[in-house]
T-cell receptor, first 112, second 115 residues
């Protein structure tokens, strides 16, 4: 079945460091891919999405490119801030289009 | 525009009781999804409602049920509560089913604690 694998962390960085959170997926066809972020005590917020191969999603300095050949959707940011500390979830829409399949989440902690 | 809202924010129940959680989607959205975020288990899909009908359910027992009302709001019911039902329950809505890549927008969640 469809699945998402992402590095679990925690990832600990200093402010202004470069961030990469790896995400790979297994799915039939070409699912839409998403990154969601969850700040402490809150629900999920959509960070970015890509709906077809080679699409690049971007938002708030974060970027991810839909790589069909490597079935990956890695999240990157050039310079992280303390306010980026949160849990990041990679997700895809399942083949039937009926649900989001999530990775286990990666905790990011940024210190000043 | 108001986002997805959920009530209550917190709910405390004892084992064997029933819990009712409520969700109001973004205006114009017809699809509502429920997810469970339990400690150590990650985010798991529970139920999908669209146009008042249950369209799909995840790998959960029948004591997890719900419905969608004519105004597209939704209710999740959990009967015969067990300790392991303690979790954050997230509701999401989208314009239509997500087969076309429609984004699901999440509410803040209801934190259920079963004692």
């Amino acid at each position: 079945g469809d699945s998402v694998t992402q590095m679990e962390g925690p990832v600990t960085l200093s402010e202004e460091a470069f961030l990469t959170i790896n995400c790979t997926y297994t799915a039939t066809g070409y699912p839409s891919l998403f990154w969601y972020v969850q700040y402490p005590g809150e629900g999920l917020q959509l960070l970015l999405k890509a709906t077809k191969a080679d699409d690049k999603g971007s938002n708030k300095g974060f970027e991810a490119t839909y790589r069909k050949e490597t079935t990956s959707f890695h999240l990157e940011k050039g310079s992280v801030q303390v306010s980026d500390s949160a849990v990041y979830f990679c997700a895809l829409v399942n083949q039937a289009g009926t649900a989001l399949i999530f990775g286990k989440g990666t905790t990011l902690s940024v210190s000043s | 525009e108001a986002g997805v809202t959920q009530s209550p924010t917190h709910l405390i129940k004892t084992r064997g009781q029933q819990a009712t959680l409520r969700c109001s989607p973004i205006s114009g959205h017809t699809s509502v999804y429920w997810y469970q975020q339990a400690l150590g288990l990650g985010l798991q899909f529970l139920l999908w409602y669209d146009e008042g009908e249950e369209r799909n359910r995840g790998n959960f027992p029948p004591r997890f049920s719900g419905r969608q009302f004519p105004n597209y709001s939704s209710e999740l019911n959990v009967n015969a509560l067990e300790l392991e039902d303690s979790a954050l329950y997230l509701c999401a809505s989208s314009l239509v089913g997500t087969s076309g890549g429609e984004t699901q927008y999440f509410g803040p969640g209801t934190r259920l604690l079963v004692l």
